[in-house]
């Protein structure tokens, strides 16, 4: 017991930064990519993906790195059934055919060891296109929880769905999808 919270004292008080070339597995529970879209003209709608996987390196000293999310699409969540089944279908994701969207990167950026940027390629229903994220938020440290080290970030960036073919009812369906990724990542 005294080794534990030992541990918990000196790991809250030394953060560490992630060092040369740390691998790290996404962890699902975690981790939950989410959209916004402008609703006719009326609100902006919200929604999340419950399923995300992937692995990511990280070598801040280096400014070099690695990332690649999966995200099940047949996951989305809206808080709302019918509508789920609906974005699952063809006329939007068409989860059956496209059961994968992926992020993948290997030119990330740093202001020092903190990561702030990564341009990548997004793939989302079969179609390829360049993105880039912008993170609002870097941490590293001991996970108080588990005991592992750990890594956590929000990423953002706005894409048009129909550049990757899901143009149903755009652009009154707004065309404009604000995507937030807040991930963590747990040290192998």
């Known amino acids: 017991m005294k080794k534990t919270i030992l541990a918990l004292i000196i790991g ?3 953060s560490f930064s ?13 981790t939950f990519p ?16 419950n399923q995300t996987s992937g692995k990511v390196l990280l070598d801040p000293q280096s ?21 789920e089944k609906h974005l699952r279908g063809k006329e ?10 992926k992020f993948t990167s290997d030119k ?18 079969g179609i390829s296109k360049p993105v880039h994220l912008t993170v609002d ?16 970030a929000n990423a953002t960036t ?4 129909s550049a990757f073919g899901v143009d149903k009812y755009a652009p009154k369906l707004g065309d404009d999808v604000n995507i937030a990724i807040q991930i963590e990542v747990t040290k192998d």
């Open 12 to 14: 809250n008080a030394l």
């Open 18 to 30: 992630a060092t040369a070339a740390d691998s790290y597995t996404v962890d699902s529970r975690h």
């Open 34 to 49: 989410s959209f916004e879209i402008n609703h006719l003209g009326f609100s902006v709608q919200r929604g999340r993906f």
């Open 63 to 83: 400014a070099t790195g690695y990332i690649l999310i999966s995200i099940e699409t047949a996951s989305i969540s809206t808080g709302l059934a019918e509508l």
């Open 92 to 101: 939007f994701l068409n989860a059956e055919r496209y059961p994968q969207i």
């Open 108 to 125: 990330l950026h740093f202001n020092k060891d903190q990561l702030v940027a990564a341009d990548g390629v997004l793939t989302l229903h």
């Open 137 to 152: 938020h870097f941490y590293c440290g001991l996970n108080p929880i588990n005991m592992k080290n750990t890594c956590g």
């Open 158 to 161: 706005a894409i048009k769905r």
